[in-house]
């Protein structure tokens, strides 16, 4: 379900990615440090990873 605007028409708020926190400016687009230290240990350990079919026609070589 998408946000809906602020009424006033200011840019909707950044949330964390992380923790759903507001993001500040000094650590954009995370709210802090800390929340920028845990993404890059996923990207670093490959917590992140594009799920991926076998595919049928790998196997007939």
Known sequence: MPAEPPANGAKPEKRC???GKPATAASRPFCSERCRDVDLNRWLS??????AAKDD???AD
């Open 17 to 19: 990615p992380i923790c």
């Open 57 to 59: 026609d790998d196997d």
């Open 46 to 51: 490959n917590s992140y990873s594009i799920p």
